[in-house]
């Protein structure tokens, strides 16, 4: 676990963090740098559902061109504009995200059985997962500003 000061410091891209930040805050090393996970719980003021956790946000650079590809079985994928870019919203079964940071394409499956939230900025890979509706996760992705 890391806070934010230290956070910003071990990645190579500018973070986007909400008006109030998680207290739980983990980093990951990847090939191309790392990844940021913020964790709320269920009980935090954020959407969320039943059980620990309510809210996972990662963001991770990763070497290729829009960095990640998704597969689903019997969940709902919609389309559509997140921060102004093209995004995607996967909601219902279980699923997985894949992404190419080297060879073969590292596959991330669903952590909290949510629903996710995912798009493409300035050459990072956003994701929102949780156990809330579409329109929380798209406040929360509105709500994220460097800082």
Known sequence: MVNLQEAMGRVG???LVPD???ATIYHDVMPSGGAIHMVWAADEPLPAGDGDIGVLYSQFQVSGSDGYFKTVDDSTV???TVRGLAGFWI???EHYLAYWDEEPPIEESTRLAGNVLAWHENGV???IETRGDLDSALALAESL???
């Open 91 to 93: 909601e219902g079964a």
């Open 20 to 22: 109030d930040p998680p």
């Open 13 to 15: 891209f500018p973070l």
């Open 145 to 147: 500003s460097t800082p």
């Open 125 to 127: 890979t956003h994701r």
């Open 78 to 80: 919609e389309t559509m």
